[in-house]
T-cell receptor, first 117, second 112 residues
Framework: GAVVSQHPSRVICKSGTSVKIECRSL??????MFWYRQFPKKSLMLMAT?????????EQGVEKDKFLINHASLTLSTLTVTSAHPEDSSFYIC?????????????FGEGSRLTVL | QKEVEQNSGPLSVPEGAIASLNCTYS??????FFWYRQYSGKSPELIMS????GDKEDGRFTAQLNKASQYVSLLIRDSQPSDSATYLC????????????FGKGTLLTVNP
C-alpha cells in the first residue's frame, strides 16, 4: 500500500509554544490530505481537509487560527499548533488520498503524539 | 448528518474462531467502504476495501457488503491474538465533496 510518513512521532513542548507536524506521501501524489486528532479511547475526529495550493477547510468547532495547515505540494502538508496549551495534548494523525488511481482510500501516517506541559 | 454505526464491543473470541464485525451506514448513495485496523497507540491501517455488493476475500479477511440493507461486515477467520485491535468501519459519503466518515470502532480481543 501507499506510504505516508509523519514527523515527529512524539513531541513534548511547553505551554505557549508552537509545534509543527509534517505529513508526507512518499510514493504517490496526494490530491487531498486530512488531519485528524484522537483522544484516548475515542474515535478519530476530522479537524480539516487540506488541498494542495488552496486554503484548508476546517470542520466545525476547529479553530483555524490555532491549527494552521499548509499544503505546499502534492506530497507535503503541515499542521502547526500555535500557542499550544495542555488541552491540545492529543494524538494527531494525517492521512492522504491518492491522486491516481483514486479508489477513495485514505492512507494514514504513523501519528504524532503531542504533550503540552 | 451522515452516520456510520458500529457495536463498540468489546468483542471477545477464542483463538482460531471466526470474529464477525458489523457496520451500518445512513448515506444511501455511498459507494466506497473500508475497514481499518488500529492497534492501541497507533494510527489506522487499511485492511480491506469493498465497492460492490457481495463478498470480497483477502487471506483470512472477508468483507461483505449489502447496499440494500446499508450494511457492511468484516469476518476474520482463524483469529489470532495479534488480531486484537480496534476495527474501524469507514464510508465515503456520496456527493461531490469527498468525506470519509468513520464509525467509533469495535474493540476485538482474541484470547489465546
Amino acid at each position: 500500500g501507499a506510504v505516508v510518513s509523519q514527523h515527529p512521532s512524539r513531541v513534548i513542548c511547553k505551554s505557549g509554544t508552537s509545534v509543527k507536524i509534517e505529513c508526507r506521501s512518499l510514493d504517490f501524489q496526494a490530491t487531498t490530505m486530512f488531519w485528524y486528532r484522537q483522544f484516548p479511547k475515542k474515535s478519530l475526529m476530522l479537524m480539516a481537509t487540506s488541498n494542495e495550493g488552496s486554503k484548508a477547510t476546517y470542520e466545525q468547532g476547529v479553530e483555524k487560527d490555532k491549527f494552521l495547515i499548509n499544503h505546499a505540494s502534492l506530497t507535503l502538508s503541515t499542521l502547526t499548533v500555535t500557542s499550544a496549551h495542555p488541552e491540545d495534548s492529543s494524538f494527531y494523525i494525517c492521512s492522504a488520498r491518492a491522486a491516481s488511481p483514486d479508489l477513495g482510500e485514505l492512507f494514514f501516517g504513523e501519528g504524532s503524539r503531542l504533550t503540552v506541559l | 448528518q451522515k452516520e456510520v454505526e458500529q457495536n463498540s464491543g468489546p468483542l471477545s473470541v477464542p483463538e482460531g474462531a471466526i470474529a464477525s464485525l458489523n457496520c451500518t451506514y445512513s448515506d444511501r448513495v455511498s459507494q466506497s467502504f473500508f475497514w481499518y485496523r488500529q492497534y492501541s497507540g497507533k494510527s489506522p491501517e487499511l485492511i480491506m476495501s469493498i465497492y460492490s455488493n457481495g463478498d470480497k476475500e483477502d487471506g483470512r479477511f472477508t468483507a461483505q457488503l449489502n447496499k440494500a440493507s446499508q450494511y457492511v461486515s468484516l469476518l476474520i477467520r482463524d483469529s489470532q491474538p495479534s488480531d486484537s485491535a480496534t476495527y474501524l468501519c469507514a464510508v465515503v459519503s456520496g456527493g461531490s465533496n469527498y468525506k470519509l466518515t468513520f464509525g467509533k470502532g469495535t474493540l476485538l480481543t482474541v484470547n489465546p
